[in-house]
């Protein structure tokens, strides 16, 4: 038999906003008041599985998008930090933390690029 909690705790979950996960009270396991619900919206059978070659076909296609991608997106990032750093007043006389600026401008440009 259930307590007035448990009741309360199966109501509020059979409410909740989470349509993927289902609980249904289990009056044989005291323990364990709440259980997921034996039926899902796929079955086991019906699971669809990538064949490896697939699989590698996108991974090659994935990999190459990304290496074509990668001097465009390293070229942006230098031209801005150029842009940004080099647009900076210096002083030379004034070390940013202990170094020149024009090294500490020159770093920080660099890293920009993201490599």
Do not use: H
């Amino acid at each position: 038999m259930a307590t007035s909690l448990q009741r309360s705790l199966a109501r509020s979950f059979a409410c909740s906003s989470r349509s993927s996960t289902i609980f249904k009270l289990n009056a044989n396991s005291p323990a364990r008041v709440f259980s997921r619900s034996k039926t899902t919206s796929a079955s086991q059978g019906q699971k669809e599985t990538l064949p490896w070659a697939e699989y590698l076909a996108i991974r090659k296609g994935k990999r190459r998008w990304e290496m074509a991608l990668t001097i465009p997106c390293m070229a942006a990032g230098f031209v801005g930090g150029a842009t940004y750093f080099g647009s900076l007043e210096m002083d030379a006389t004034k070390p940013i933390m202990g170094i020149d600026p024009l090294f500490f401008f020159g770093g920080a440009t660099l890293s920009c690029i993201g490599q």
